[in-house]
């Protein structure tokens, strides 16, 4: 099972990004999907999470500001970056719970991070 997050990138002050992470191989289902940020020299934190079933929660530096969404038919989760800041800056890690085919019980995956910079 791998997770591919892309989107990351430069950008100003009050722009928007989003984000997607995409996940293949050998799955039958997924259940949670979160976005986490790690910020140089900090600690690794949850952004914003949803459940297979659509429920969302978000780090309240982020409410208001940011959308999580995804799509099951695609195995994709989604995250819409809107009036950004230099806060926000960081690496970016999407994290799925996934039952893999043949396997009993679900295990957590990470994708390999994308840099998102706030900058003007």
């Known amino acids: 099972v791998q997770l591919q997050a892309s989107g990351g990138g430069l950008v100003q002050p009050g722009g928007s990004l989003r984000l997607s992470c995409a996940a293949s191989g050998s799955i039958r289902s997924i259940h949670d999907m979160g976005w986490y940020r790690q910020a140089p020299g900090e600690q690794r934190e949850l952004v914003a999470g949803i459940t297979s079933g659509g429920s969302t929660n978000y780090a309240d530096s982020v409410t208001d500001r940011f959308t999580i969404s995804r799509d099951n038919a695609k195995n994709t989760v989604y995250l819409q970056m809107n009036s950004l800041k230099p806060e926000d800056t960081a690496v970016y890690y999407c994290?799925?719970?996934?039952?893999?085919?043949?396997?009993?019980?679900?295990?957590?995956?990470w994708g390999q991070g994308t840099l998102v910079t706030v900058s003007s």
């Open positions: 994290n799925a719970l996934i039952v893999r085919r043949g396997v009993i019980g679900a295990t957590y995956h």
